[in-house]
Nanobody
């Protein structure tokens, strides 16, 4: 089994920054890719960013390119999402996800999910 625990959410003003963390425990050898998704009230869950743990290849949604950066620290089994220039439309619950054979932007291809962390951006 694999457990994912997110942290770092909170309330920030527009233009501000937050860094989310996702720590993986358990059968970490089975994880090749990790990603972040978000879900705003009344909306579907949407892809934000993903990273291949071996190659460090990264993938981003167009809406966050240039503002968000995904990175990983393999020694700490942790993936980060640095979010800069935050906008009110970034307000959502952010979920960490992980899996083996992943299509980065496809939620259904991920095997494991965290509980989510709330990010609220005020205008």
């Amino acid at each position: 089994q694999v457990q994912l625990v997110e942290s770092g959410g909170g309330l920030v003003q527009a233009g501000g920054s937050l860094r989310l963390s996702c720590t993986v425990s358990g059968r970490t050898f089975s994880i090749y890719t990790m990603g972040w998704f978000r879900q705003a009230p009344g909306k579907e869950r949407e892809f934000v960013a993903a990273i291949r743990l071996k190659s460090s290849s990264t993938y981003y949604a167009d809406s966050v390119k240039g503002r968000f950066t995904i990175s990983r620290d393999n020694a700490k089994n942790t993936v980060y999402l640095q979010m800069n220039s935050l906008k009110p439309e970034d307000t959502a619950v952010y979920y960490c996800a992980a899996g083996a054979f992943i299509v980065p932007a496809t939620a259904s291809s991920y095997d494991y999910w965290g509980q989510g962390t709330q990010v609220t951006v005020s205008s």
